[in-house]
């Protein structure tokens, strides 16, 4: 299977400058463990989990002051949607992190994470 059709469409945008407490209540409301940050100045795109807002928030900053810039992945590792689930897995291993963005050129077409890959994985061992 390819990560297309076992990655999340459902993806969660927002700017550099949305405070943690923003990137959490947009995440929490959508379901989803990650937020695709794009930066307009040109820095590409970024990743904030939430394991960042999750080590921010331990450490006592402020989730009303403190910017989503501040804890963004810039040193994403994308995904291309032909790829197989067992190379973003593989990836996922390899770099310790359990979401990939999806990319087809400068697109951002989806967000493949752990949760989707074993999910795909149950499904199509259990005998119908």
């Known amino acids: 299977m390819q990560v ?8 969660v945008q927002l700017g550099p400058d949305h405070t943690l407490r923003q990137a959490a209540a947009l995440m929490a409301r959508r379901k989803v463990g990650s937020a695709i940050v794009v930066d307009p100045d040109g820095s590409g795109v970024g990743i904030i989990t939430e394991r960042d807002i999750l080590n921010a928030i331990g450490t006592d900053l402020d989730p009303d002051a403190e910017r989503a810039a501040d804890h963004i992945t810039w040193e994403v590792v994308y ?3 032909a790829w197989t ?3 973003a897995a593989a990836a996922m291993v390899r770099g310790g992190f359990r979401h990939l963005v999806v990319l087809d050129g400068d697109d951002v077409l989806g967000v493949i994470s752990v949760r989707d890959i074993v999910r795909v994985w149950v499904q199509t061992s259990i005998p119908a």
């Open 4 to 11: 297309h059709e076992a990655m999340s469409t459902t993806v």
């Open 79 to 81: 995904a291309g949607p």
């Open 85 to 87: 689930i067992e190379e």
